[in-house]
């Protein structure tokens, strides 16, 4: 069992529901989906299994048994009974060690607990959608019922060089040109710089910064669009799409965050600083293959050491 002992905003979630856009239903799920499978992998866990989203705010957090776990995201402290650890590596602890996540500088950190997660799931999600009712936050006191059959290590230290994203200001992100502009105008993207906006949420990003010309401004018929659309509403801002969003909009998409630029999107907080990067269709299959090639390697480090060390691992479930 994990019991929350302290919670800003926080919230237990997964990778998502893919396949339900016909049905009006987002994907939705870990806004960072790379630091989400990455820390279910230190876990040892499946990329897909639940684990705790804790979104720009401290979080502490304790078990009832010795637990293997991992810390990934944004930059975050990570303390054990008060001892600084390492967050992107698996640790150890004792039960009723008390677990701290303070200082988050990202949005987004990921707490992934070894073990079977018995939580409520919808269509096969435990994320949450509150197109369905599903809010599954967090507070101190809450209780998530994890069973585990982790023993512990005669040797608990584990280097297994997950790598982890970097955070510059201004943060990159990668795009491609959208369907209702040229790419001149997903060119033009990438000679300003942007600034989240406080109204900035889980549907998307407002941007500040230069909106590039040649494209009307009127609304269009609604049709279907992705997470990462950069949309140009009225006014003097641009929208990114999260993976929240609502299934069809009505604005000219101009250019689409690529699908290894959504997990950067996924860390954008109000007042962040971002630039755009153009990259052809090819370049964004290119680094979404590679990304997945680093995913795959660190399932095949993790499953060869836990193996010797008995830590229970599980079946890669993500695509």
Known sequence: MITVRRAGLAAVTDLGRPGFARQ????????????ASVANILAGNAENSPLIEVTASDFAFTTDRPAFLAITGAPVTVTVNGSRRRAWEPLCVNAHDLVELTGLTGLRAYVAVNGDWHVDRTLGSCAAAPELGVRPWLRAGSVVDVRDGHRPVDHPVFVLGAVAPRFPDPLTIDITAGPDADEAVAAALTIGTYTAKADSDDIGVRLDGPVPTGVAKTDLL???VPPGAVELPPGDELLVLRRSHPITAGYAVIAVVTR???STLGQVRPGQRLRFRLRTIEDAVGDHRRQRQVLDALTRRARTAYTSAGVPTAERTAS
């Open 260 to 262: 290894a630029g959504l």
């Open 24 to 35: 009006g239903l987002p994907a939705g799920g870990a806004a960072d989906q790379y630091s």
């Open 222 to 224: 609604s049709k279907g």
